[in-house]
């Protein structure tokens, strides 16, 4: 049996969550293992074509140039037919569909983006012994469990648990960064990821741009999770709206925090797209909601539903705009700005078949408040300019039906002309779920609209506005909860990450040995994780070893202290016999000092004033306000300075040197 240490971390150290299996027949696993086959097949083209394009420019030969030019445009076309294969993947919706019988209108979810393996095995063992002077073969387990990490998430599950896959990936990437990436300098590690719509390959060599691609990922999954729930229950219904929330909120952290992007479905114009989209489909999941079990017929019920499906129409304009701008009309699958065409004008007939609805419903003595207070908040502007039409509230029987049959006419137009962009689509005419929903939606207007028309009327029919949207629930976009998944650092033993990372310096270990002589070891230690040599005793055993103020204890003996606590060192020191023996390293300027022990060596002479920087952030030189606040607290407090040294009143000094202690996280080594 595994023993789960934490988190999801087994004994080894390595993590429990495993991608799904890449040969598992199930529809969505084939689709994808289709898709990175195409995205290989598609980057061995754009190589070829590259170097053809070379070739011809270098050629001076009229035959080679010929020949040349015949390859490159049989490079072209089958570089073409891979592109149009792959959009007819991406293009392809009901995979990832609910197997529910229930006809309902399919979803649009997005594919993974796909990944290339990356050998992190030598650059991070040479950046372990280089940076960190450890011995880089005992990392070798620490490493493995890293790349089968990154393995993992490449096939994550359809589920939660390849949502927690991939958001425990990121989490550690926040480590990794900071324990290997400094900024000054380039391991040799290139990340490669393919375009999750054309396949056109990227490279960067910052962990950046893998933290926003898994990201990406994460807001895939989550649309492929929305798209697969039974929206025929209401709790289907709910997983759906919360899932394409998610994924329009991880989008915007995208959208927020990554700039830059090499690659075109994380540019900002694509992205603010799929923001676009996943809200629409959060406001088409929320009208389906208010539909389940169906609804009485009355008047306000009816106008509701009516103005939350024009709610869900202006939505999937808006969609369909941000899908036509320039820089994305050519990205984007041809069948995806279709649907978004199809469901605003889909949506759009169904305002105005609900709002016929409920003027033709059965009417009650309160019947004709509600429509008083409902009316003036019904339509909408009309877009035309100079209409001046206005609609005036129905005060009779008449009146209501003339524009009932108004409204039941919109509808129908609308119908058709959803229907007409639904023939025009090859891949939407392979929907048949959607067909038969545009189909039955058109039947039941024509059907209704029979039943209103009378041979004796003559009067004409009005033009009316459109629908005002208005919602019962409006779409939120919440940020990712990179909470949901608590990660240990995969390589903790190199120490605390606020000392021991890329972006800190420090001396090779070097080991120093003393003896206790009857005034101690002559030495005192402050803070903790690790601790920091505070002072040395002039003539001491630790100066005489070598050690230095400022100096990190990373071992005693064969015990590792970096990540000990400041009284476990003090404990482990004080209760050692015989020689003492450390290892113990020197960063690279004073930073990491207390302002008092700053102050304390260039009163000494020890230490020449330098400018550094303080954990804190603060500027620590012999003129920052940092030092002359301590000065103003120990003047405060009593505590005098003499020769560089700290003197307390005897009766307190006499106290502290019994219990070991020197003042608060602070001991002196007697």
Same mark, same amino acid.
């Given at each position: 049996?595994?023993?789960?240490?934490?988190?999801?971390?087994?004994?080894?150290?390595?993590?429990?969550?495993?991608?799904?299996?890449?040969?598992?027949?199930?529809?969505?696993?084939?689709?994808?293992?289709?898709?990175?086959?195409?995205?290989?097949?598609?980057?061995?083209?754009?190589?070829?074509?590259?170097?053809?394009?070379?070739?011809?420019?270098?050629?001076?030969?009229?035959?080679?140039?010929?020949?040349?030019?015949?390859?490159?445009?049989?490079?072209?076309?089958?570089?073409?037919?891979?592109?149009?294969?792959?959009?007819?993947?991406?293009?392809?919706?009901?995979?990832?569909?609910?197997?529910?019988?229930?006809?309902?209108?399919?979803?649009?979810?997005?594919?993974?983006?796909?990944?290339?393996?990356?050998?992190?095995?030598?650059?991070?063992?040479?950046?372990?012994?280089?940076?960190?002077?450890?011995?880089?073969?005992?990392?070798?387990?620490?490493?493995?469990?890293?790349?089968?990490?990154?393995?993992?998430?490449?096939?994550?599950?359809?589920?939660?648990?390849?949502?927690?896959?991939?958001?425990?990936?990121?989490?550690?990437?926040?480590?990794?960064?900071?324990?290997?990436?400094?900024?000054?300098?380039?391991?040799?590690?290139?990340?490669?990821?393919?375009?999750?719509?054309?396949?056109?390959?990227?490279?960067?060599?910052?962990?950046?741009?893998?933290?926003?691609?898994?990201?990406?990922?994460?807001?895939?999954?989550?649309?492929?999770?929305?798209?697969?729930?039974?929206?025929?229950?209401?709790?289907?219904?709910?997983?759906?709206?919360?899932?394409?929330?998610?994924?329009?909120?991880?989008?915007?952290?995208?959208?927020?925090?990554?700039?830059?992007?090499?690659?075109?479905?994380?540019?900002?114009?694509?992205?603010?797209?799929?923001?676009?989209?996943?809200?629409?489909?959060?406001?088409?999941?929320?009208?389906?909601?208010?539909?389940?079990?169906?609804?009485?017929?009355?008047?306000?019920?009816?106008?509701?539903?009516?103005?939350?499906?024009?709610?869900?129409?202006?939505?999937?304009?808006?969609?369909?705009?941000?899908?036509?701008?320039?820089?994305?009309?050519?990205?984007?699958?041809?069948?995806?700005?279709?649907?978004?065409?199809?469901?605003?004008?889909?949506?759009?007939?169904?305002?105005?078949?609900?709002?016929?609805?409920?003027?033709?419903?059965?009417?009650?003595?309160?019947?004709?408040?509600?429509?008083?207070?409902?009316?003036?908040?019904?339509?909408?502007?009309?877009?035309?300019?100079?209409?001046?039409?206005?609609?005036?509230?129905?005060?009779?029987?008449?009146?209501?039906?003339?524009?009932?049959?108004?409204?039941?006419?919109?509808?129908?137009?609308?119908?058709?002309?959803?229907?007409?962009?639904?023939?025009?689509?090859?891949?939407?005419?392979?929907?048949?779920?959607?067909?038969?929903?545009?189909?039955?939606?058109?039947?039941?207007?024509?059907?209704?609209?029979?039943?209103?028309?009378?041979?004796?009327?003559?009067?004409?029919?009005?033009?009316?506005?459109?629908?005002?949207?208005?919602?019962?629930?409006?779409?939120?976009?919440?940020?990712?909860?990179? #909470?949901?998944? /608590?990660?240990? =650092?995969?390589?903790? !033993?190199? *120490?605390?990450?606020?000392?021991?990372?890329? +972006? &800190?310096?420090?001396?090779?270990?070097?080991?120093?040995?003393?003896?206790?002589?009857?005034?101690?070891?002559?030495?005192?230690?402050?803070?903790?994780?690790?601790?920091?040599?505070?002072?040395?005793?002039?003539?001491?055993?630790?100066?005489? #070893?070598?050690? /230095?103020?400022? =100096?990190?204890?990373? !071992?005693? *003996?064969?015990?590792?202290?970096?990540?000990? +606590? &400041?009284?476990?060192?003090?404990?482990?020191?004080?209760?050692?016999?015989?020689?003492?023996?450390?290892?113990?390293?020197?960063?690279?300027?004073?930073?990491?000092?207390?302002?008092?022990?700053?102050?304390?060596?260039?009163?000494?002479?020890?230490?020449?004033?330098?400018?550094?920087?303080?954990?804190?952030?603060?500027?620590?030189?012999?003129?920052?306000?940092?030092?002359?606040?301590?000065?103003?607290?120990?003047?405060?407090?009593?505590?005098?300075?003499?020769?560089?040294?700290?003197?307390?009143?005897?009766?307190?000094?006499?106290?502290?040197?019994?219990?070991?202690?020197?003042?608060?996280?602070?001991?002196?080594?007697?």
């Amino acid at each position: 049996m595994t023993e789960v240490i934490a988190n999801g971390v087994d004994s080894k150290g390595g993590s429990l969550r495993k991608g799904s299996d890449p040969l598992a027949q199930t529809v969505r696993g084939k689709m994808q293992n289709r898709r990175q086959k195409l995205n290989y097949q598609i980057n061995k083209e754009m190589r070829m074509r590259a170097g053809a394009e070379n070739l011809f420019k270098a050629a001076t030969n009229k035959k080679l140039k010929e020949q040349v030019a015949l390859e490159l445009s049989f490079v072209n076309s089958n570089l073409q037919l891979l592109k149009e294969e792959l959009e007819e993947l991406n293009s392809d919706v009901e995979a990832y569909q609910t197997d529910s019988l229930t006809t309902s209108v399919p979803m649009i979810p997005l594919g993974l983006k796909e990944t290339k393996d990356v050998d992190l095995n030598i650059p991070f063992k040479d950046f372990i012994l280089e940076h960190y002077s450890e011995d880089q073969e005992t990392y070798e387990k620490e490493i493995k469990n890293l790349m089968a990490l990154r393995q993992a998430m490449r096939t994550p599950k359809r589920n939660e648990e390849g949502l927690d896959l991939l958001y425990e990936y990121y989490n550690q990437l926040y480590f990794v960064e900071n324990r290997f990436f400094p900024t000054d300098r380039h391991l040799g590690i290139y990340f490669h990821w393919y375009d999750s719509l054309t396949g056109v390959p990227s490279t960067q060599k910052t962990v950046a741009f893998e933290k926003g691609s898994v990201l990406f990922n994460i807001a895939a999954l989550y649309t492929q999770l929305g798209a697969k729930q039974d929206r025929s229950q209401k709790e289907g219904i709910e997983k759906a709206i919360d899932n394409f929330q998610r994924a329009a909120g991880a989008f915007r952290y995208l959208t927020d925090n990554f700039s830059h992007a090499p690659s075109m479905d994380m540019s900002n114009a694509v992205l603010n797209m799929l923001i676009y989209l996943m809200l629409a489909q959060v406001q088409e999941s929320v009208f389906e909601k208010k539909m389940i079990g169906g609804i009485e017929e009355t008047l306000k019920l009816c106008i509701e539903v009516g103005q939350e499906a024009a709610m869900v129409s202006k939505t999937y304009k808006d969609v369909h705009k941000a899908m036509n701008l320039e820089s994305v009309k050519d990205y984007v699958p041809y069948s995806w700005i279709s649907l978004a065409l199809v469901k605003s004008e889909h949506f759009k007939a169904l305002s105005h078949y609900y709002v016929t609805k409920g003027l033709q419903a059965k009417k009650d003595n309160s019947d004709q408040d509600v429509l008083e207070t409902i009316f003036p908040r019904l339509h909408m502007k009309s877009e035309i300019k100079d209409d001046m039409t206005v609609v005036q509230i129905p005060k009779n029987a008449d009146a209501r039906k003339r524009l009932a049959k108004a409204h039941l006419h919109a509808a129908l137009m609308v119908h058709e002309e959803a229907m007409r962009v639904h023939r025009m689509s090859k891949m939407l005419r392979k929907i048949d779920t959607l067909g038969e929903v545009l189909r039955h939606a058109h039947e039941r207007s024509m059907s209704e609209y029979g039943e209103l028309d009378e041979e004796d009327e003559f009067y004409d029919l009005i033009n009316v506005p459109n629908i005002q949207p208005l919602t019962t629930q409006k779409a939120e976009m919440p940020a990712p909860d990179f #909470s949901r998944v /608590k990660v240990m =650092d995969i390589f903790h !033993r190199l *120490g605390p990450l606020a000392i021991f990372s890329a +972006k &800190h310096r420090w001396s090779a270990p070097r080991t120093v040995e003393m003896e206790r002589t009857e005034n101690g070891f002559g030495f005192t230690v402050r803070g903790d994780s690790p601790v920091i040599i505070a002072s040395l005793d002039d003539d001491g055993s630790a100066m005489k #070893s070598g050690m /230095k103020e400022g =100096d990190f204890i990373v !071992r005693i *003996g064969d015990i590792d202290v970096k990540w000990s +606590k &400041h009284e476990e060192v003090v404990k482990t020191i004080l209760n050692s016999q015989g020689v003492l023996k450390m290892d113990i390293v020197t960063p690279q300027g004073r930073d990491f000092l207390h302002p008092q022990d700053e102050r304390r060596l260039r009163a000494s002479g020890r230490v020449e004033p330098h400018v550094g920087t303080a954990p804190n952030g603060n500027a620590v030189n012999p003129r920052n306000s940092v030092i002359q606040v301590d000065k103003e607290a120990n003047r405060k407090s009593g505590v005098r300075e003499s020769g560089g040294r700290k003197v307390d009143n005897k009766k307190e000094k006499k106290e502290k040197r019994k219990s070991g202690l020197l003042g608060k996280k602070e001991a002196a080594l007697w």
